[in-house]
């Protein structure tokens, strides 16, 4: 079984910074893609970035210029994110394509106050 561990989240106030982190772990044996993705009460949920396999990043245009994924060789993805907004409050939670299928982690609390 897959499983994707978040870590990272908080409180922070506008213009500020935090790094999360989402570690894959379990039985597998390829990491197609792995995400972010957001949800902020009452709005639907929301991809933030992405990185393949083959490095192809995406970013939504909310956060190009402010945020930035990457990947390390231990089954870990991370989002840096940088001159944090209030409107980026919300709930973050990491996607993974694993073995072709795909898994969620628990998600992890991002406020930024004003």
């Known amino acids: 079984q897959v499983q994707l561990v978040e870590s990272g989240g908080g409180l922070v106030q506008a213009g500020g910074s935090l790094r999360l982190s989402c570690a894959a772990s379990?039985?597998?044996?390829?990491?197609?893609?792995m995400g972010w993705y957001r949800q902020a009460p009452g709005k639907q949920r929301e991809l933030v970035a992405s990185i393949t396999s083959g490095g192809t990043i995406y970013y939504a245009d909310s956060v190009k210029g402010r945020f930035t994924i990457s990947r390390d060789n231990a089954n870990t993805v991370y989002l840096q994110m940088n001159s944090l907004k209030p409107e980026d409050t919300a709930n973050y939670y990491c996607?993974?394509?694993?073995?072709?299928?795909?898994?969620w982690g628990q998600g992890t609390q991002v406020t930024v106050s004003s």
């Open positions: 379990g039985s597998f044996f390829s990491i197609n893609a």
């Open positions: 996607n993974g394509l694993i073995n072709l299928r795909t898994y």
